[in-house]
């Protein structure tokens, strides 16, 4: 097609739509624009064509749309733009209420698993997991298939090199939900033995705490600190759990162990909070 042809065609296109936009055949009317300039090489066009119909036209008339602006992506976009296409589809078939169809389009999304095991590449692709899993709760009402999902996720998740500890939390915070308390300190032991962090320590303390599981706490406190001797918030949160029980010996002891590490990250926390505790007894 010559430049001429181009742009009288383009201009046709541009006047039909203003004129049709709010007509109930406008979809057909902006894939077939699209895919005029998808021919024409204008991808750019193309994208800008598929993400204004998408904005203007109502989500019960956009099934073939969203289809073809997925397709169209999976051939000219980056990772990026696959994945918004795919979520903008899925949450066209959460309205429409098709749950195999969701299924389907989740199913599709997480299949596309980040070709490098560099943290950065796996952040979004993590959030499909999370939406997939709070969809099956949430919204289909299946528990088991919830159960599923997290499994899996962390399955697919190169722990060895780097985790996510949201992903943990969640599904331990699911089983606590289905009153599953067994499940949820299963969880939450394998985050610890597999992909320790600050968060998951913390979240498992706090959990045990409310259940008033002391000696529980007191064993998560110790794994803690052997993962991270030099934590002084955790030293710290240490000795106020034992000073909370009147168990001041105990408080006194795990101080004195912990301003004898090597090395610690805030000396001025653990002092200052060491200063506070002997006053507060009056040592000081």
């Given at each position: 097609m010559k430049n001429g042809e181009?742009?009288?065609?383009?201009?046709?296109?541009?006047?039909?739509?203003?004129?049709?936009?709010?007509?109930?055949?406008?979809?057909?009317?902006?894939?077939?624009?699209a895919e005029f300039e998808e021919r024409c090489k204008e991808t750019e066009?193309?994208?800008?064509?598929?993400?204004?119909?998408?904005?203007?036209?109502?989500?019960?008339?956009?099934?073939?749309?969203?289809?073809?602006?997925?397709?169209?992506?999976?051939?000219y976009g980056d990772r990026e733009g696959i994945e918004d296409a795919i979520v903008g589809k899925r949450r066209?078939?959460?309205?429409?209420?098709?749950?195999?169809?969701?299924?389907?389009?989740?199913?599709?999304?997480?299949?596309?698993?980040?070709?490098?095991?560099?943290?950065?590449?796996?952040?979004?692709?993590i959030y499909l997991w999370i939406n997939y899993a709070l969809y099956e709760e949430l919204d289909a009402g299946d528990m088991e298939r919830t159960r599923d999902v997290y499994k899996e996720c962390l399955n697919q998740i190169p722990h060895l090199k780097f985790s996510f500890a949201k992903i943990w939390l969640l599904a331990a915070q699911f089983e606590i939900r289905q009153l599953n308390l067994k499940a949820a300190r299963q969880i939450l032991g394998n985050a610890i033995g597999k992909a320790p962090k600050d968060k998951i320590f913390k979240k498992y303390i706090e959990i045990e705490l409310q259940l008033g599981n002391i000696?529980?706490?007191?064993?998560?406190?110790?794994k803690y600190l052997e993962w991270s001797p030099e934590n002084c918030y955790a030293w710290s949160k240490y000795a106020e759990l034992e000073r909370s029980l009147s168990e001041t010996d105990r408080a006194r002891a795990i101080f004195e162990l912990a301003i004898a590490q090597p090395a610690?990250?805030?000396p001025e926390l653990l002092w200052k909070a060491y200063i506070n505790f002997e006053t507060a007894e009056g040592g000081i």
């Open positions: 181009v742009a009288r065609s383009r201009n046709v296109y541009e006047r039909a739509v203003d004129k049709l936009s709010d007509d109930e055949e406008a979809e057909q009317l902006f894939v077939a624009f066009r193309a994208r800008a064509i598929y993400k204004f119909a998408l904005d203007h036209i109502p989500k019960g008339r956009a099934e073939d749309l969203y289809r073809k602006f997925v397709a169209f992506e999976k051939q066209l078939e959460e309205s429409v209420g098709d749950k195999e169809r969701i299924r389907e389009v989740y199913e599709r999304a997480i299949a596309n698993v980040p070709p490098a095991e560099e943290k950065r590449y796996w952040q979004r692709y000696d529980r706490c007191r064993k998560l406190y110790e610690l990250d805030m």
